[in-house]
């Protein structure tokens, strides 16, 4: 799902520069990164994803129009705390297909839609010892969840069967959740990481460049997949293409993402923009800048920016400035991470 190049390393890669004991400096920012960004962010997901649940339950225990609502919204709630992790396709979530089961999107040709139908139809499958170890991707996390409670084509409030699925689907989402919460938990970054035979590079330099190669290709995903392609920014529109665009998260999604980056920028002491002030002071606040200007930009984006009655030369027009500034936020982190000496691999998105 995800694609490009420019990011963590911001501070991460700043650290390279260090003249003596480079690696034994990126493990204060590293742990801290783990400590202070990435462990609360899924104790938040996995909290909200248990709160998601008991709304089901209770939802499928008394279906009724309230209780729908109060679900949607704990949705809503889940899809928010994942969005500030959503960056990071590194670590316990690879495992199992775990980061696209949470996700399966773009799905241009309704799998989850059919998949669900089947499930519906016979409940009692799901049942089965190893039927989530088997299950597809496109039923096993919240893209499933949005379809269940905001497809017409579903109804769980009259028809049980599909409360069945919704229930199941649920439980499973918290207890993936769950897991990788604990993983990360009892493990450090540099555990996912491994030398090949002869490579001298530190696991603490090679989970930099892992970082920084995941922030770039996320916000090259949240320029071309969530924002230019749905609005047809270089071709055709087509706004189903949009990000839970169902339950009309969209746009906050992008507005989650860009703030999310910002924070990652300033967590821990030092913190990574810390270090890159010191090391590459120009660069740092060039960065600095570009960032705090993705966040400004979309928040000036009207809230019915996907959903609205706007012509696509309308939504174009919007979106400009938008896409612009993120494009220069890449640029400012790959010349930051470049200066630092690290390695940035080919993005196939990068295409500017």
Known sequence: MFNKKTALAAGFAVLAASATNAAESWNPTLDQIQSQFIIPK????????????ESVESLCTTPD?????????????????WQTIQWLNFGPVTYFMRYYAYEYWPD??????????????????????????????????????????????????NRNSDCEVLEAV???????????????????????????EGDN????????????QQWLEHMSVVKDAKLETPIGYNSRPNLKLAEFYRSEQSLSSIQTNLKSYRVLYHSGSPSLYDTAITEQPELAVALENALA????????????????????????NLAKPLVKSISNSQTQLTNLVTALGFQIGFNSRDGD
């Open 42 to 53: 899924y104790e938040a997901m996995t909290q909200s994803a248990q709160q998601l649940a």
């Open 65 to 81: 129009a309230s209780h729908l609502a109060k679900s949607q919204k704990a949705f809503r709630d889940n899809v928010a705390d």
């Open 108 to 157: 241009k040709k309704g799998v989850t839609q059919r998949q669900l139908r089947a499930l519906s139809a016979s409940p009692n499958m799901m049942e089965a010892p190893k039927f989530w170890s088997s299950a597809s991707i496109a039923v096993r996390g919240m893209t499933a969840i949005e379809s269940l409670l905001f497809h017409p084509d579903f109804d769980v409030v």
């Open 170 to 196: 649920t439980r499973h989402h918290v207890t993936t959740s769950a897991d990788v919460l604990k993983q990360w938990r009892e493990s450090q970054a540099t555990d996912w990481v491994f030398a090949e």
């Open 201 to 212: 590079t530190s696991l603490d330099h090679m989970v930099v460049e892992q970082f920084v």
């Open 293 to 316: 200007d993705n966040v400004k930009i979309a928040l000036q984006l009207p809230d019915d920016f996907f959903t609205g009655d706007y012509s696509q030369e309308e939504r174009v």
